[in-house]
């Protein structure tokens, strides 16, 4: 599987920004795929998560209410959709994906075993 982030970008405190994950070489069928992001000096911590077959959707506490995410099969891309931005929310994202995470484990970079290249967000206050 090879993901591919996009739609990273400068944007202001307050507004939004879609990512884009675009999945190839294989569909998401059963599969789990997740956003992260690392911020310049800091751990990869989970931002987001959603299991394709049934859709069910998970968020870090701090971003709960402010993002969502979604899955298009026709495309075989997930969406990452950031309201409200705020300045902590400067980072690299990446997608990721694995088949079949226990929610256990979905918060856990380490349970995921495709990543993407990372798309960068900067976000001005």
């Known amino acids: 599987v090879q993901l591919q982030a996009s739609g990273g970008g400068l944007a202001q405190a307050g507004s939004s920004l879609t990512l884009s994950c675009a999945a190839s070489?294989?569909?998401?069928?059963?599969?789990?795929v997740g956003w992260f992001r690392q911020a310049p000096g800091k751990e990869r911590e989970f931002v987001s998560a959603i299991r394709w077959s049934g859709g069910s959707t998970y968020f870090a506490d701090s971003v709960k209410g402010r993002f969502t995410i979604s899955r298009d099969n026709a495309k075989n891309t997930v969406y990452l959709k950031m309201n409200n931005l705020e300045p902590e929310g400067t980072a690299v994202y990446y997608c990721a994906a694995n088949p079949q995470i226990i929610i256990t484990y979905m918060s856990s970079p380490n349970a995921y075993r495709y990543w993407g290249q990372g798309t960068e967000v900067t976000v001005s206050s």
């Open positions: 070489g294989r569909t998401f069928s059963q599969y789990t």
